[in-house]
Each structure stands twice: as C-alpha cells, then as structure tokens.
C-alpha cells in the first residue's frame, strides 16, 4: 500500500520559518497533482496549496507570497517552505495526491 509521511512540523516563534515533507512510498513523476492541507482545532480541513504534473503551484490566499510548494522527483518527495509564519497557522498539516490518498499529518505550532 502507498503511503504518504510528513514531516517538519515543530513549535516556531511568529514570524519563522519551516519546512514540511511529505515522502511518498513510490514514484510521484506520474501524479497529476499534489497539495497540501491542513486542519486547526475545531476546524474544518483547508486547502493550503497544490502543485500540478507541469509544476504549476497555486495558494490559498491566507498563505499566499509566503508559503511555497515544491517536490523532488528524485526523493519521490513533496516540500512546504513556509515563511513569516503567523500564530493562525497553527495546524495539523497533510499532503495529499488524488491517487495516493492521505499522509497522517504534522503539527506545526506558530507561537511566542
């Protein structure tokens, strides 16, 4: 079975950085796309940002000019470099592919 597995996450201050992970178990050259989500307390799950299979990248707007998405077929591995992080980003974040499914998620808290 595929898996998907983040990593990354941790307890930052306002305003840092981070850079989240997500290896999948086999090839992603032929995914069409791949995103990434995420999901506060009490919150219904978010889109945060996708990649297609000719690498365009879109973003949510709460993360726009901030977040940037990225893979590296050679690691079969899919990147969220998130800059300028803001308290509100704090989540559980998942990657997802259409035909992979759901990683398990990571935890990225944004605090002072």
């Known amino acids: 079975q595929v898996q998907l597995v983040e990593s990354g996450g941790g307890l930052v201050q306002p305003g840092g950085s981070l850079r989240l992970s997500c290896a999948a178990s086999?090839?992603?050259?032929?995914?069409?796309?791949m995103g990434w989500y995420r999901q506060a307390p009490g919150k219904q799950r978010e889109w945060v940002a996708t990649?297609?299979?000719?690498?365009?990248?879109n973003y949510a707007d709460s993360v726009k000019g901030r977040f940037t998405i990225g893979r590296d077929f050679a690691k079969n591995t899919l990147y969220l470099q998130m800059n300028s992080l803001k308290p509100e980003d704090t989540a559980s974040y998942y990657c997802?592919?259409?035909?992979?499914?759901w990683g398990q998620g990571t935890q990225v808290t944004v605090s002072s």
């Open positions: 990649i297609t299979s000719s690498g365009g990248t």
């Open positions: 997802n592919a259409p035909e992979l499914g």
């Open positions: 086999r090839s992603i050259f032929s995914l069409k796309s």
